[in-house]
Nanobody, 120 residues
Framework: QLVDSGGGLVQAGGSLRLSCAAS????????MAWFRQAPGKEREFVSA????????KYVDSVKGRFTISRDNAKNTVYLQMNSLKPEDTAVYYC???????????????WGQGTQVTVSS
């Protein structure tokens, strides 16, 4: 089970940190990722991190602004979002899987989502 938190309303240029607490056994063996879905759009890959944090990847639109990290001792993954833009507005979901991929179908467990709204 994954529980997302940390969303909210922020002005453009602001920051938020999302958290995802996992109650999955052997959390440290999973790839963790963040996806987002804006109204009327398909779910979009945002970022992923491998089991020990040694590899990360991002969609081009968030590179240099977002940072994914994980704390295996706390079974938690984070998404630090800086310089937020109105186009970042979406429901953000964390996901866990065994493949270091960017397709939603590659992930087995999903959080409930947390709303991020960026005002202009």
């Amino acid at each position: 089970q994954l529980v997302d938190s940390g969303g909210g309303l922020v002005q453009a240029g602001g920051s938020l940190r999302l958290s995802c607490a996992a109650s999955i056994a052997t959390f440290s063996s999973y790839v963790m990722a963040w996806f987002r879905q804006a109204p009327g759009k398909e779910r979009e890959f945002v970022s992923a991190i491998n089991w020990n944090g040694g590899m990360t990847k991002y969609v081009d639109s968030v590179k240099g602004r977002f940072t994914i990290s994980r704390d295996n001792a706390k079974n938690t993954v984070y998404l630090q979002m800086n310089s937020l833009k109105p186009e970042d507005t979406a429901v953000y979901y964390c996901a866990a899987g065994s493949i270091y991929g960017n397709r939603a179908s590659q992930y087995d467990y999903w959080g409930q989502g947390t709303q991020v709204t960026v005002s202009s």
